[in-house]
C-alpha cells in the first residue's frame, strides 16, 4: 500500500493548524506529532480504523499494544482503573514527561489498542505541540491519541520532523500531517513502567530513571531485564530494535571508514567517521538516533560504540544500543 509522498509538514504549530490537526485525528486521519522524547504517530485511540492504518504504515505486528496519550492526569481514570497508590504518585511527580504507566484498563481501551491484554500503557507527554493538540483533541470530543514512535516496525525512533517523513512518506497519505515540533529534547523513548502489580517494575528504561523512582517512592524498584516470566507481556521491548542498516558494535575498534559513537572524551580514530560528540549522558540520549540515523545515509556498513556509563539516562541509551546491536 505504498502512496505518493504528499502528506504534508506543518512548521508553525499555531492554534489553527492545532485545531485542524486535532479535527483531522477525529475524522481518522494519522498526525505524526513531536514529544520530548521521540516523535509519535497519532491516531484516536477509540478509532479501530484509524488505529489499523497506524498498525500498516508501521509495518507493526497487531499484538504488540499502543500507548494512549491524554493530557492530563485529570483523564486518567477514564482510561484505567483500580489504580494503585504508587502509580498515583508516580503520575503526581513526573506528568507531564517521559513517563508511560501500565495500568488495568477500562472499557474504553479496546483489544485494538491493547493487543488483547487488560491492561493499557498511559502517557502525559511534556511537549507544548503534543499537550495543545492532545487538549484541542479532547475539546472536540476526543478521550486519547494512541502513538507509538513514528518509524517503521524495528528501525530507529524518529527526535525530528525530517526524520518521520524520512522513515514514514511512503506510507502515509495526503490526509496525513506531521507537526514539526522541533528536535526532542530527551531523545529516547518513555521510561515505561508495569503498575499491575503490588509493587512497580521498570519495563523500558527511559527518562524518568530508577533512582528518580527510588528518591519518590522509598523503593528499590525492580528493573526488568529479558523474558521475565512474572511480568506482562510487553512484546517490543524485548527483542531486537531500533537498528539501523549498519550493523552496531559495543566493542572492538573500528577501521578507517567505519562510524564511531561516543562521548566527546573520547577521541576519533584516524579515518573513523564521527557521528555523533556528545559531551554528556544527557546529550548522548538527545543524539544517539540521528547518529545512527547518519551512519545510514552514509551507506556505512559498521558502526563502533563506546557506550556512557552511569546509573541515570545512561541506562536508556545502554538497553537502545544493545537492543540495536542484536
Ligand atoms: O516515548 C514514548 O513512549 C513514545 C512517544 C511517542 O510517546 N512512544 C513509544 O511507543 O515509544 P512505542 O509503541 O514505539 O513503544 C511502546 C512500547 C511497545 O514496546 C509496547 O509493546 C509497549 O510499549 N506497551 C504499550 N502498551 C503496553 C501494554 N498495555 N502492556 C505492555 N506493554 C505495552
Ligand atoms: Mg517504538
Redesign the pocket.
Known sequence: MRQLATMTIISNCTESVIKDAAASLIAGNLVAFP?E????LGADACNEEAVARVYEVKGRPIN????V?ISSISNLDKWAKDIPEYAVKLARAFWPG?L?L?LPRTDLAKDFI??G?N???I?V?AHTVALSLLKEFEDQGGYGIA????NRFGKV?PTCANDVKAELSGYLNSNDLILDGGQSSIGV??T?INCTKTTPAI??P?GITATMINDLLGIDIEVVTKNDSDQ??????LESHYSPKAKVYLSGTPSAGDGFIALSKFPTPPGVIRLTSPATNEEYARTLYQGLRLADSKKLSKVFVIEPTGNGIAVAVCDRLQKAAE
Open positions: 514529544t522524547t521521540v516523535y509519535g504488540h499494544p499502543l500507548i496519550h517521559p508511560t501500565i491493547t493487543g491484554q491492561n493499557v500503557g502517557r507527554p502513538a507509538p514512535s513514528a525512533s523513548e518513555s515505561i519495563l523500558r527511559g506482562i507481556r510487553a512484546p517490543g521491548l
